[in-house]
């Protein structure tokens, strides 16, 4: 019988953050890919699209107008996934049984384009523009958190049309409702639990000791760290965490928003070097709450879930076992650290 | 103030399975799709693909030669996600901290094809064969099952290219393995609990009251029900459901198999019938696991996760918010169940 070792033997990790278990199969990173490849467009985007319903001055499908704006713009979504709208909701009139329990739920959906230049994407802007793009998620946490009915701000980021991003001009979007949504909730609740035990926070403490490890690091500036997650499910999923304990966006110094910009940027550089092509993610930041109540147990995060495996034209499918059962990756956590910090923090299309 | 309506306004729904929200947003099926567009490959395949390494007679990618095998044929997968043998292991060794847990994890990977026909799809094949499919269903179960070191059976089919389904040759999959998984142990602590409250199977008066409203039914035959769950994720996701309390596939008469051929024919049938292609799915059956306790909570179903959503080509992309912070739908099950049920129970492409 072998002696086991997690670089060779599938295993379970346990993430702390859901409570769940996630299925790593180190040895299958062999197998042959015959399945679907993505194609990637590398055809160099103009600075502004007359098409693009994003770009400064242009008709959005709903007739409204873009502001001719530089820098960052925000706004309402036209097709938006909440309505602002209150409405009249009588509990008994609607489902109430266990089997069909029900509510109405409501919030706003934002658009945040990052930039007027149609051709850009996150790594390749300046530091400066991106310190403006936080400021702008600091606004948008602080004016959509302080309405009485937004409880939860969603900033997030899908990045290429493999992520079903349908405009490949520079943007996120902010999504800011009455509950709390699921994984945030469950989230809270394991953060809860290790805080009201140990009166510190969870992720501070994690950060210490992979820190100590260094072997799930990819890139650490004097006030973040960027690592893979011991229970990391995509291919190179990461997790951006603020050394200091800081329980929301709203928190950060000048020092800090600067450190945060520059790490989002050579997150995202480590990334299209990767496979030498814009690399395709859904990236969100995970914090406090805004329902009026403390949350020490929170530590400001952000996500970044590529799917991406083996090339810039095979990614990683959550299918079948993994919709129905459990999570499962093959190339593991350690090794996709290694491989990212490896990578050089200068974008491969720059020319310097 | 507008009186609240679920058929028009954003809300949330409650899927007691899983003990989660899942938001629902009628109003935003008419927002414009300018994004990824899926690619259809329709035409006919042969009958046998001499490069197909699933076809009966070829060689597979490890050397070995496939049977020339009629009917449904099972092997162990070449490249699977587990591995059979046992390795010596020492928790102390490992990683042990709160923040490093991880275990071995043993199991066993089959391929399940179910014709020797490569050009087949479930929805073309006969009720008849299907019945043989079943049968060797409930053998993988009963055998795998069986021994010591499997206590949970997951059978399942990616389908298409857009599910990550890297051959057409009809096929499934099993992953059997030590460990309860993450997913399915979460539907059995909410089953469990059901269950000892009440004495009776969650699923089981669910389904009596669905069958009442009507509303969310697909299609019904003497012993199985298909219906859009209540809080159903994918656009048109359904759970096929035993009218009879089967804990699980081992418990169905011959009458039961039949009709569950039969459901699984007209399920799959109306699917390819919606957008008169060969629809991809993520498909599989949750049922007791096989750890040698009783399971008088476990209800057989079997849930289908398809992704498309106006039509062959466009998807709904489960990204951004959904994987930062709860699942989203924009068509309401009602509207989607209603659609299934009217499409007709014959193959588009039949010539009858
Ligand atoms: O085994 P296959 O069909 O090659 O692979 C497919 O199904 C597996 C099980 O759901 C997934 O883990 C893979 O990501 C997917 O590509
Ligand atoms: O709003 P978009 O970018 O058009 O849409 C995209 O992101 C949304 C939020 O993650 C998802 O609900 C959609 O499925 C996806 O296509």
Same mark, same amino acid.
């Given at each position: 019988m072998s002696t086991f070792n997690y670089k060779e033997h599938p295993h379970r990790r346990y993430n702390p953050l859901l409570d769940e278990w996630v299925l790593v199969s180190p040895q299958r990173s062999k197998r042959p890919w015959q399945g679907q490849q993505e194609s990637f467009d590398e055809e160099p985007l103009p600075?502004?699209?007359? *098409?693009?319903?994003?770009?400064?001055?242009n008709q959005r499908v709903n007739g409204d107008i873009n502001a001719k704006y530089k820098g960052v713009y925000v706004f309402d979504n036209d097709f938006g996934s909440l309505m602002k709208e209150d409405t009249e909701w009588n509990p008994e009139e609607t489902f109430t049984d266990d089997f069909f329990k029900l509510k109405p739920e409501r919030g706003i959906n934002r658009v945040v384009c990052f930039s007027e230049d149609h051709s850009l994407t996150i790594p390749e802007m300046s530091v400066d523009n991106l310190t403006k793009v936080i400021e702008v998620w600091q606004n948008e946490y602080r004016t959509l958190g302080a309405? *009485?009915?937004?409880n939860h701000v969603q900033i997030f980021e899908n990045k290429g049309s493999t992520m079903g991003c349908s405009n490949p001009h520079p943007h996120g979007q902010i999504w800011s409702q009455s509950s709390i949504p699921t994984l945030v909730a469950k989230t809270q609740e394991n953060l809860q639990k290790y805080f009201q035990k140990n009166q510190t926070s969870l992720l501070a403490d994690y950060l210490k000791k992979e820190l100590e490890s260094r072997?799930?690091?990819v890139f650490e500036n004097e006030h973040f760290v960027s690592l893979v997650p011991?229970?990391?499910?995509?291919?190179y999923e990461t997790m951006i965490i603020s050394k200091r304990h800081l329980c929301n966006i709203l928190e950060m110094t000048g020092e800090e928003k600067t450190a945060f910009a520059e790490i989002l940027k050579i997150n995202t550089v480590k990334y299209d070097n990767l496979f030498q092509v814009s690399f395709p993610y859904s990236a969100g930041i995970h914090q406090a709450p805004t329902d009026g109540e403390e949350h020490p147990e929170w530590h400001f995060h952000m996500m970044f879930y590529p799917p991406l495996l083996r090339s810039a034209t095979v990614k990683k499918f959550m299918v079948g076992y993994e919709l129905l059962a459990e999570a499962q990756r093959d190339i593991t956590p350690e090794q996709s650290a290694q491989i990212l910090r490896d990578l050089p923090l200068v974008h491969y299309k720059s020319k310097n």
């Open positions: 600075t502004h699209d007359p *098409d693009c319903y994003l770009c400064a001055g309405l *009485d009915y937004i072997e799930r690091i011991f229970w990391a499910v995509w291919p």
